[in-house]
């Protein structure tokens, strides 16, 4: 019994243990999702995030921790992004012919990301730190970090909302995109992609792969339309309004 | 597989190159995006292996947010300050912006969307 204590306290420390929970938590959230037909409310990201949570809570396991073993799986999210530029060679031809609708499309949406969330954060009270941590929520983690650190918010808590959205987006989505009758695969991934980044990527691939391209190209356009736009609109609105 | 993945660190570590010497405003991966998307264009198809090698990559991308999605045990405290307004507007403010970008799209669209 000794020897098995002393082995988990060895094994618990190493990589291996958080690699393994976060392979494994996955599998158990998408085997629930795939069980019941895909229930959007059960989102694997979403299911694997809270088992890994709760397992870290009552193991007393800081995040820094778990990080040393799950850093193998997040390193893989460069790759799986530079991988999205096979679909959307695949599709480029859908692509051209509406470059104009998507870049017109695109720009709105950005604007309608940016400026929805500051003003309903504004209106219902949150600090500068929070508007400045929810404006670039749409957007890839990497460039929201950014984007956040530059207009003054928490680099760490974007990084939290960024997923959040995403997976929100994910789960929701198709749904409201339903409600409004859009059954375009094009504009159901641009739609996607351009609120929900990575994770309504991840989500359209599995459902079309035209929808999948266009989300993948959407991702990478809406980071740069933010990245460019956020600052100037976050000056403007600094100069009339106390954040 | 090997030489394909090989490919796209290449491709992603010259799009860390890129960003860090111009001081571009995105992410290093989606330059190297759109470096093998080039790379794609130039040879005029996709090789079979590297089709393989990247829907591996795609199809588990999925798995890859969990790390990051699991930071949330960081801020519990702050989430919890700013729940209303934070929640509200990530609620209304994503579904607006699906609403919004793809009923353009839509409209916008109808023009091409023969085949």
């Not at chain 1, 500068?128 to 950014?146: E, H, I, N, R, Y």
């Not at chain 1, 991840?202 to 391209?213: I, S």
């Not at chain 2, 919890?80 to 929640?87: C, Y």
Request: hydrophobic fraction near 55%.
């Amino acid at each position: 019994m000794d020897n098995l204590s002393e082995t988990w306290v060895y094994l618990s420390a190493t990589p291996l243990f958080h690699l393994t929970l976060t392979l494994a938590a996955f599998q158990v959230a998408n085997w629930a999702f795939e069980k019941t037909g895909r229930n959007p409310l059960l989102n694997p990201v979403l299911g694997a995030v809270l088992l890994i949570v709760a397992v870290l809570l009552l193991t007393g396991t800081d995040y820094g921790t778990y990080f040393e073993g799950a850093q193998f799986v997040h390193f893989l999210l460069g790759p799986a992004t530079v991988a999205l530029a096979v679909p959307l060679y695949r599709h480029w031809h859908h692509v051209r012919r509406s470059a104009m609708a998507i870049v017109v499309s695109l720009i709105s949406g950005s604007l309608t990301a940016i400026l929805s969330a500051i003003a309903i954060t504004w209106v219902l009270g949150g600090s500068g730190k929070v508007l400045a941590s929810v404006a670039p929520k749409s957007v890839t983690a990497p460039v929201a970090m950014a984007i956040a650190e530059e207009l003054g918010g928490l680099p760490s808590l974007t990084a939290v909302l960024v997923i959040i959205t995403g997976i929100f987006g994910a789960m929701f989505g198709p749904a409201v995109l339903n409600m409004v009758g859009v059954k375009d695969w094009r504009a159901r991934g641009l739609a996607i992609g351009t609120a929900s980044h990575g994770i309504g990527t991840a989500r359209a691939l599995q459902v079309n792969e035209t929808a999948g391209a266009f989300a993948g190209l959407a991702m990478g356009l809406n980071a740069l339309a933010t990245a460019l736009l956020l600052p100037i609109i976050w000056n403007v609105l600094s100069t009339f309004f106390e954040f | 597989m090997l030489p394909f993945l090989t490919l796209i660190l290449v491709c992603q570590l010259a799009g860390e190159l890129v960003v860090g010497a111009l001081a571009l405003p995105i992410p290093g991966p989606v330059v190297g995006m759109l470096l093998l998307f080039v790379i794609l264009m130039i040879r005029g198809d996709v090789p079979a292996q590297l089709e393989q090698t990247a829907s591996g990559l795609l199809r588990s991308m999925s798995l890859l947010f969990v790390p990051a999605g699991t930071g949330v045990i960081l801020h519990f405290q702050l989430l919890g300050e700013a729940l209303l307004p934070v929640g509200v507007a990530l609620i209304i403010s994503t579904l607006a912006t699906i609403v919004v970008t793809a009923l353009l799209m839509h409209w916008l669209g109808k023009k091409t969307s023969d085949g």
